[in-house]
């Protein structure tokens, strides 16, 4: 039952934002490119990434939540003595008119303990500082993958959840 909960609320998704990894906000944010990768075999951590574009005033991503994963951390790579290490932050800066790029080496997104499988997809909703939550499907990837479906600019198509 969980599993078609799921998936009608990424078809429905889907339906209105007009196709994988897009989602819009009339406060000027644009989700694009946003996919998710499962664990490893005998891992239970997942990551996410994704393209935010800031057609608004500056703002923050503050968390993202999802029925895929308990727990979802915010994390950068930090280069420590000419050692990478990940390390979780408490925000990501999405300044006016910038491209803020969540991908591997860079800003991510953690998924602990997720139930996210290959093939399927998840729903993702993001939380800022200023912005109205906004909801994206994103379809759950071999590492490596992307989707690079049409892009759209921002507007209101009823895709962005207020909570």
């Not at 339906?15 to 946003?34: F, L, T």
Request: with cysteine; aromatic share 4%; charged share 20%.
């Amino acid at each position: 039952m969980r599993r078609f909960c799921l998936t009608l609320a990424a078809l429905t998704l889907i339906g209105c934002g007009g196709g994988h990894g897009h989602s819009h906000s009339g406060e000027g944010i644009e989700i694009s490119n946003a996919r998710i990768n499962p664990p490893l075999p005998g891992q239970s951590t997942g990551v996410a990434f994704m393209r935010l574009d800031n057609h608004g005033e500056d703002d923050r991503l503050l968390a993202i939540t999802s029925p895929v994963s308990g727990r979802i951390e915010l994390h950068t790579h930090l280069n420590d003595g000419g050692i990478m290490q990940m390390r979780r932050v408490d925000g990501i800066a999405l300044p006016h008119g910038e491209t803020v790029e969540l991908k591997p080496g860079g800003f991510h997104v953690m998924l602990f303990e997720t139930t996210a499988t290959l093939g399927e997809e998840a729903v993702l909703t993001l939380d800022f500082e200023k912005a109205e939550d906004l909801t994206v499907a994103a379809p759950i990837v071999l590492r490596g993958e992307t989707d690079h479906g049409s892009h759209s600019k921002s507007s209101d198509h009823g895709s962005s959840t207020k909570h």
